[in-house]
């Protein structure tokens, strides 16, 4: 039984910790990682950390996990509120995922409200900041190891 994660990332955030920090903090993404592979080696799983502009490489990626994981945890940042087709591709994989978003997008602009990954999520965490990858990758290890309450 697989093991594996995918942690994937959507536009825009390889600019973690280098801009708009009053929003996202000062953590970069080489920092969130760094803190996913330290977790994922104490809970035994493996992960693969990737990030994209482009939104047919994270749905390739989705692809790539129906094939080896076990889970996704994913931000798809404004692919969130717009991509039907990230959707359409999470819709195909098995097992578990959970939706992470730094911001809690609850508290901001009307158009964040609406998410088509949380239509498929079997977890969501938003406004814990970068936090919430740690959150959301103990929670698919749950998910894998069937202690998910
Ligand atoms: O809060 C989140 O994690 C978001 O997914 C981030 C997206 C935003 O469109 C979503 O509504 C909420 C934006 C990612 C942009 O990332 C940046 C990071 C640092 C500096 C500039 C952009």
């Not at 330290?38 to 990737?50: R, T």
């Not at 990626?61 to 129906?66: L, N, V």
Request: with cysteine; glycine share 8%.
């Amino acid at each position: 039984m697989s093991r594996l994660v995918y942690i994937l990332n959507g536009p825009n955030l390889n600019l973690l910790g280098k801009r708009q920090p009053e929003i996202y903090g000062h953590v970069t993404l080489a920092d969130v990682e760094a803190e996913c592979r330290a977790l994922a080696s104490e809970l035994k799983l493996e992960i693969k950390f990737y990030q994209s502009n482009r939104e047919y490489e994270v749905i390739d990626w989705i692809h790539a996990a129906r094939e080896d994981a076990a889970g996704i945890v994913i931000n798809p940042a404004a692919f969130t509120h717009t991509s039907l087709a990230i959707l359409d591709a999470l819709n195909t994989f098995e097992g578990a995922v959970i939706e992470v978003h730094i911001s809690n997008v609850h508290k901001r602009e009307a158009f964040r409200h609406h998410s088509y990954v949380s239509l498929r999520a079997d977890g969501v965490i938003a406004g814990c900041g970068t936090q919430g990858y740690a959150l959301g990758l103990r929670r698919a290890g749950q998910i894998i190891d069937g202690k998910a309450a």
